[in-house]
Structure formats: C-alpha cells, structure tokens
C-alpha cells in the first residue's frame, strides 16, 4: 500500500512548488465550492514593524485567479487564543497588501483556511465556515452596498468583500469518505488517498506526495518530524491530564474553602463551583505550556533548528532559546 506524505510537511516543503499547485488548488476547490486557480505564492511570514508586533505566521498564502488572497495554516498544538491569532493574520494580510495612498478598492478579499490537530473546543463538526452578513435588526433583510467599478454604480453585498474562515477540526473527522471533501479529510488525518479518486487534488497528491520518491536524506527528516509529532502529543496528554487532576484538586480545595468562608448553605455549593472551574482552566493552561516546554527541549536536543521548533510548538524563538 502506497504511503503519503503528510499534508503539513508537504505544505512547508514542497507545495511552494509550482508544480504541485494542484494539490493546493484542489483543497481550495472543494472548500470554497469553485474553481481555484492558484497565480502565485507570496511571501507567508509578515515583517514586524515594531519591536512588539506579532508575526503573521501562516504555511501558505496565495493568490488566486481573481486576485483574492488565500492563507493556509496548519496548526499541531493547542493555542488559546487561536481566534485572536486568525484574525489578527488576516487583518496584518489586508493591510499588508494596500500601499498608503491606495484607494479602497484596493482591499483585497482574504479566505483564511485553518487546519488544526487539537480540540479547539466545543462543536461536534469537522468543518466550521463563517463570514460577515449586515442583516437587518427588524427587517432581517441583508444591506447591499452600492461601490464604483470600473466607472460604474454596481451592488456589492458585504460577503464579496469582508473575509472568510474555514476551520477544519481534522480530529473530528470519523466517518467513510464518499464526498471530495471527506477524502480530503481522510488524507489530512490518515494519510488515505483512494485509488480511483476523483476529488480535486488528490489524483495529483497521490502521484507527487508519494514517500518512497523522497530521497534517503528527505524521507529521514520527514521521519524525525513524524517521530516529533508523536513524542509531543503524547507529552502534550500527559500534561494536559495531569494539569486537570492537579487542577481540579486545587479547585476543589480552594472552593471548599470559600464555601464555608461565605455561608454553609449557598456560599458552599458556589465556591466549590467557582474554585473547579478556575483551577481546571489553571491546571490546563499550566499543564499545556510545560507540555510544550517539554518537547521543545527534546527537539532541541534532537538538533532541529530553533526555527522549526518554535513553529511546530508554537513557542517564541527566544523562549526556545532559553530552555
């Protein structure tokens, strides 16, 4: 049986490629529901301006036929502000491409494609898709804007223009694939690709994404990065379960003991409440970053570049660093 290459190691090594474009443009494809023609890879890390500024860290950014831009990220660990982040990498990209004195129609339509290994939260679909609607408070109608094109008065509803997210919660796909979207979810958890697929891009992964056309050197830090992956879920758990046991330990003791400080009654039952809650977020966030922490120095003492640690860990470089 043949073996594939992971989507996230092709995608920093060698989907830049333009010809292997097709593997891109058919995920796009069946995403966004139309044909996907990819014109050119950009840059995918934005510059800091200041010394405080966030990266914009994404795998790819393209750009497509009808010069929207579209921002692939593929995400291992779990980040709790992962929202925050999305969003900031989409607003750094709009201002990113409209130099000042630009007219506004410069603006360009951003589609942001998240793809996460991790519980991200609370929903049981593996694919969540969202976009800004004006609608009516007692109407319920949408507003359609009127804009100039080319000299003329055209509507433009705030879809065509405001950006949109795709996240797909890859851990959450358990089913048979029969649609292109499902094989596409088989190959990003499992690595399947069917025989006789017809779902866009995957014909193409199957001929250019195949581990044995790796070279011997290409196939061994592909098989460091999958023994990586491995070693930092599995540390990553361990963490998590015992943050959570400590945690609820903590919670527990702590809201007993505000409970009987504010009544033997009410005060009781809602410290008890309040004291779980915050020492099982406590003992969680504790628990993921010394998770982290742990398998960036097994990483480090592997030899990985502290770049590519920080990036699969989500740690900054000088924390990396530092261990």
């Known amino acids: 049986m043949d073996k594939y290459i992971r989507f996230d190691w092709a995608a920093k090594r060698m989907l830049r490629d333009k010809a292997n474009f097709a593997v ?4 796009m494809t069946v995403l966004l529901e139309e044909k996907v023609t990819i014109i050119e890879i950009l840059e995918s890390e934005g510059n800091q301006e200041e010394a405080d500024d966030k990266f914009n860290r994404v795998d790819i950014k393209a750009k497509n036929s009808k010069d929207e831009i579209i921002l692939v990220e593929i995400q291992q660990t779990r980040e709790l502000y992962y929202l925050q982040r999305i969003l900031y990498g989409v607003a750094k990209t709009i201002t990113e491409h409209i130099r000042l004195g630009n007219k506004y129609d410069q603006v360009k339509k951003v589609y942001s494609i998240s793809i996460v290994y991790f519980d991200l939260g609370k929903g049981s679909d593996y694919l969540y898709h969202g976009q800004t609607q004006l609608v009516g408070v007692h109407t319920h109608d ?26 797909i919660r890859v851990n959450e796909f358990n089913q048979v694939a029969t649609t292109p979207l499902e094989e ?5 958890k499992d690595g399947n690709i069917k025989d006789d697929t017809t779902a866009p891009g995957l014909a193409e992964a199957k001929q250019r994404l195949q581990y044995l056309q790796m070279s011997a050197e290409e196939r061994a830090a592909y098989d460091r990065h999958m023994d990586n992956i491995m070693v930092q879920n599995d540390i990553l758990e361990t963490k998590v ?14 809201g007993l003991e505000r409970g009987i400080e504010q009544g033997m009654a009410k005060g009781l039952e ?11 977020e406590q003992g969680m966030a504790k628990g993921i970053e010394q998770g982290k922490a742990e398998v960036a120095r097994k990483m480090k003492a592997s030899g990985l570049a502290i770049a590519d640690i920080a990036s699969f860990t989500g740690l900054t470089e000088e924390t990396v660093a530092s261990l």
């Open 270 to 280: 809602r410290g008890i409440e309040q004291g779980m809650a915050k020492g099982i």
């Open 142 to 167: 949408q507003l359609i804007i009127n804009t100039r094109d080319k000299d003329a008065i055209r509507m433009v509803a705030p879809t065509d223009i405001f950006p949109e997210y795709y996240i």
């Open 241 to 254: 379960l015992e943050g959570l046991e400590r945690g609820i330990e903590q919670g527990m003791a702590k």
């Open 24 to 27: 891109l443009e058919g995920l």
């Open 184 to 188: 596409w979810l088989d190959y990003l």
